[in-house]
């Protein structure tokens, strides 16, 4: 392969985009591999097409030699599958749903468990055809409550979605097993500083879950680590048993309630996302709901009240504005929250914000007449008001919202904990038969009865996974690839017309006939210094520099990584780099 920067799709910035909050957002732009195209959504110029291309190929490879078998599964589906499984509205708007001309309810697929459960069902009948697992690598599309920081969280994103099933516990649990060494595989492959951490099982249900977090201060997760045990946690699933019941310490039973006041919550989101609050140009009202402390107070079990109240501290936030935007017959405005012990604080992190829908925990513990903000894909699990710093789930377990660093180990007891933050690049899941259930899959076992399979899946942010390899490899100057999916594997720089220019398509023809990717800088009219600038904006891994001292035989060869340079003989030069 030989590309031509002459006649390439590129365009490069020599200013960072205004709109572009993180290094690989801000990169990805600049460096002309992606062009923003809508909200969420981005087009992919050559080589970020390249690159993409390069990790689908990595990741296909991986699940193919755990023999996954590749399918595809098309992206606009009918509602009646996820109404069987109860997705439709457990999703809420967090999925794009609409009618055809007919008027039949429609959706663009957030992810694929149903269609894999109908297809095993359409095509197995015997035990025989298990253990069987299939993926795929496809365009998924969710309406996020708020498409951040380019490739990281977009509405439209590739993923691989891999789904197993087998007959039983064990097989389960093997080809869980298989599935994150296949994991481990990938992400060392692609280069990452990565931590496998427990996570909550969300919108999917089911019971194990880990997720892979690629280790970054940009990325929205926080996880806790233990300083001498490999215990790793998602802070969303940082869990502690409760005292077991008939201790005098048991927790009491806590009532889950939904509450009558969603659309409060829906329409704050809706303002979040399209309105400027708070009385300032700069601010969106996103940036305003991140700091403010929300509070539901539950005068009575019907009814549900959500208070705005005031961050102390340095933000000017004009709450009565922003409160009168939300809501006005329930909203309630106190300027002080500090006079007001009696209510439960709730911080409306960007967390609840994905979560949309409102429910609350009443915890008789806590004063009467208060309840907590949780998150309501997974009623009652995703708790998150704050009283000692725990929250508690309808089973008795205790979640930790707010964990601080140098809390124990709730593993060994005998560690502290540490907190960092990632991007979640990866998520694998014991489903169960929660699908299999939905759409009554059974086969004939060994013994003439109907057996029900067992489902796992597993999730790769393909496109994330651009934007986080860019996030940790990048410097002042520009992206830093790993060779194994860098867009080209060397750079070739004309530093001169005529004799230079030649030099350096003849040496790419060479070396692209020798089977390496080549970019090759052969554009008229650029100086020298600003096509090396453009090659380490740009991140290829080797650059040759066919300029002055051609005319002795001699080119240069620039480690973009490390920075070293080296005059070689352009003699043998294909032979060494290949
Ligand atoms: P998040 O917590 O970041 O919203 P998720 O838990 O909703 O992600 P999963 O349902 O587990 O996502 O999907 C599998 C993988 O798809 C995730 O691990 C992530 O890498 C990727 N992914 C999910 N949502 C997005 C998005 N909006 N943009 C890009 N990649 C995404
Ligand atoms: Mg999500
Ligand atoms: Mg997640
Ligand atoms: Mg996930």
Redesign the pocket.
Known sequence: MLLRMSTLLLRTLREDPADAEVPSHRLLLRAGYIRRAAPGGYTWLPLGKLVLDRISELVRSEMAAIDGQEVHFPALLPAEPYRASGRWTEYGDDIFTFADRKGAGHLLAP?HEEMAALLVKDLFTSYRDFPVTLFQIQTKF?D?ARPRAG?????E?L?KDAYSFDLDEAGLQAAYERQRAAYRRIFDRLGLDYTVVHAMS?A?GGSASE?FLAVTPVG??TFVGCTSCDYAANTEAVTTRAPASGDPHAHPPVEVHDTPETPTIAGLVEMANTRRLGGRDDWTAADTLKNIVLTVRRPGVDEAELLVIGVPGDREVDLKRVAAALHPATVTVFDDWAEHPELVRGYLGPQIL?KLNLRYLVDPRIAPGTAWLTGANEPGRHATGVANGRDFTPDGTIEAAEVRPGDPCPSCEAGALTIRRGI????IFQLGRRFTDAFAVDVLGPEGKPVRPTMGCY???V??AVAAVAEQHHDDRGLVWPAAIAPCDVHLVAAGKGPQLEAALDLGARLSAAGLRVLVDDRSGVSAGVKFTDAELIGVPRAVVVGRRLADGYVELRDRATGERAELPLDGLVERLV
Do not use: A, Q
């Not at 490739?151 to 509405?155: I, M």
């Not at 979640?424 to 998520?427: I, L, N």
């Open positions: 992810t969710r996020e490739l990281l969280r977009g509405r994103f993923m969300g999917m997720e929205e997760d994905d979640e690049v990866g998520h999730g790769i942010g496109s994330r």
